[in-house]
């Protein structure tokens, strides 16, 4: 069974910074892209960005700058490190696997998701 685990959430005042990370288990997903989501309270999930097997990342533009998104293929760990927080960016984030070449924005590309991590920012 596959498990994607998000750990990193946390309260942090604007203009700071978190690292989330995003450990699985249950099989190997090294050839599955991988994503970063979040949801708001009364959104709906948007992709934040992600990244293939081979490490080339896909961005939101509007977030490009203060998030980046990496991953360890040899631990099967994909990381989100987001600088500059602003109280926008408060949100569930959730990471997610898909067997598709490029990490797709649509959340139903993805076949395996975690629980998710909670960030708040504050003002």
């Known amino acids: 069974q596959v498990q994607l685990v998000e750990s990193g959430g946390g309260s942090v005042q604007a203009g700071g910074s978190l690292r989330l990370s995003c450990a699985t288990s249950g099989r190997t997903l090294s050839n599955y892209a991988m994503g970063w989501f979040r949801q708001a309270p009364g959104k709906e999930r948007e992709f934040v960005m992600g990244?293939?097997?081979?490490?080339?990342?896909y961005y939101t533009d509007s977030l490009k700058d203060r998030f980046t998104i990496s991953r360890d293929n040899a631990k099967i760990t994909l990381y989100l490190q987001m600088n500059n927080l602003k109280p926008e960016d408060t949100a569930v984030y959730y990471c997610a696997a898909s067997p598709g070449v490029v990490p797709s924005p649509r959340p139903a590309q993805y076949v395996y998701w975690g629980q998710g991590t909670r960030v708040t920012v504050s003002s």
């Open positions: 990244i293939n097997r081979d490490g080339v990342t």
